[in-house]
């Protein structure tokens, strides 16, 4: 498992959390673990079934990890669940209430909690609540990195339909992965009347399934639009970035975003994804 911290801000990382906590509040409702909202489970159900002793070690020190306070802990009482597992002990039907924590560490995340006892996950802050806030029987997220590659992406459409329908007029958003040779990404113009999505491969080799070179592709819309013609506009950059332009993970993503005023570029605010650092 990679514990060091990717600093990528993933919309999912905030559900596993949710999802955490969901399962959490239930098994809290069987037995009575110390603390709220990150115990030892495996303590509270019965303290003489432990992990090796070498095993907590040798993950404790492991030399690659940059694992915090909550990581290193966490980890040691997942590693305690399994051996409640392994010994056969007889539990509740319940889900693994570390699964969502493992899988958010392994995306990229670590927690914390503040002062007054909000939960922090990637600069997101959520409130610790009571077990009861959470105990909810639909989960929040699903588990598995390929679900959740898909849920990142579902997430960005949703987010960027938003932020296209409130683009103001003379603004330009553009959406890549530095780093890559010619920058490939998409690039939304806002004029006063009309809405152009431009797609550009910059130097990569994208072609469709017939074969023929898709490196550059433009669609435009009249303003002002329907919310389903905004949709439409955001899933043509979605489906150009993972599909055509093969970029694999969202939160490799940044964006520029400025408005023209008096020939100068204001640039705008974080909207979903972190900004390209060169801007």
């Known amino acids: 498992m990679d514990w060091r911290e990717m600093f990528e801000q993933r919309q999912s990382q905030v559900l596993l959390m949710q ?3 969901r399962r959490a509040s239930w098994w809290m409702l069987e037995f009575e673990p110390d603390a709220w909202p990150f115990f030892d489970l495996a303590k509270a159900v019965d303290p003489q079934v432990r ?8 993950f404790s020190e492991d030399p690659d990890s940059r694992m915090g306070w909550y990581e290193e802990r966490i980890g040691a009482w997942a590693l305690h669940f399994e051996a409640l597992l392994d010994a056969g002990v007889v539990l509740p039907d319940l889900p693994n209430p570390y699964e969502p924590l493992i899988l958010m560490f392994e995306r990229g995340s670590q927690i914390s909690i503040d002062e007054i006892g909000r939960i922090d996950v ?3 802050q959520m409130p610790r609540a009571w077990p009861r806030n959470y105990r909810v029987q639909e989960p929040f997220a699903p588990m598995g990195h390929k679900l959740l590659d898909i849920l990142e992406w579902e997430l960005l459409l949703r987010a960027l339909t938003g932020v296209l329908s409130d683009l103001g007029a003379h603004s330009e958003l553009e959406i890549s992965v530095p780093g890559l040779e010619g920058r490939p990404g998409v690039h939304f113009i806002r004029t006063d009347d009309e809405l152009i999505v431009d797609v550009e491969a910059g130097n990569r080799s994208v072609e469709d399934p017939a074969g023929e ?5 433009r669609m435009m819309t009249a303003l002002p639009a329907s919310n389903e013609r905004f949709h439409a506009l955001a899933e043509m950059a979605v489906n150009a970035l993972r599909d055509r332009l093969r970029i694999a993970d969202p939160a490799l993503l940044r964006y520029s975003a400025w408005r023209q005023v008096g020939g100068a570029r204001i640039y705008l605010p974080n909207l979903w994804v972190k900004p390209d650092p060169s801007t």
């Open 51 to 58: 992990a090796d002793e070498d095993v907590i070690r040798r």
């Open 122 to 124: 990637d600069f997101v």
């Open 213 to 217: 070179s898709l490196g550059h592709q």
């Open 19 to 21: 999802e955490y906590l």
